[in-house]
């Protein structure tokens, strides 16, 4: 199932700049998509963790790390940010090139992604989210399945994404775009202990 879309009509990030800020959408080809409700405590604890563990892998680098809500504007060609038709918002975005990074955000692809999924939202992230991914050239993109304790690895290369390396949530995975940071999911996925 799909996310539900504002309305019929084509949008521009400078339309979206002037909507409420208590509703979320992104963009993908003109298509604003009413973003899901906000996550469970579970997949923001794997979020928070994950983002811990690359920032610290990236401290005193050129890389950074964001965590959504993170504006990553898309564009298709030298287009003025008004006229931008993407505009999207991943679990986390790591960004080498810090002439993207300005105050609205990221301006073009960053080197990768990581999306945390939730029943919600993972057919949308897996085929329209991923398809924009790839048309924008973010180099590599992970869709964890925290339910399936498996990650979707997808390396761009000559411009597609080929078939993803899956594989489980153990041991440690390092990102192939940004190699100094390794993920241990045992300290990612640890559990927290419950309240009486």
Known sequence: MGLPLRDPHRHTYGEYLAWPEDVRYELIDGEAYLMAPAPSPA???LVGELFRQIADALEG????????PFDVRL????EPDEQIDTVLQPDLTVVCDPDKIDERGCRGAPDWVIEVLSPATAAHDQTVK???FERTGVTECWFVHPADRTVAVYLLEAGRYGRPAISELEGSLVSRSVPSAVIDWARALRE???RA
């Not at 680098?61 to 959504?68: D, K, L, R, S």
């Not at 564009?75 to 030298?78: F, I, Q």
């Open 61 to 68: 680098g050129p890389c950074e790390v964001f965590v959504a």
């Open 75 to 78: 564009p298709r060609a030298g």
């Open 192 to 194: 927290r202990p419950t």
């Open 43 to 45: 997949h923001q604890r």
């Open 130 to 132: 991923l398809a924009a």
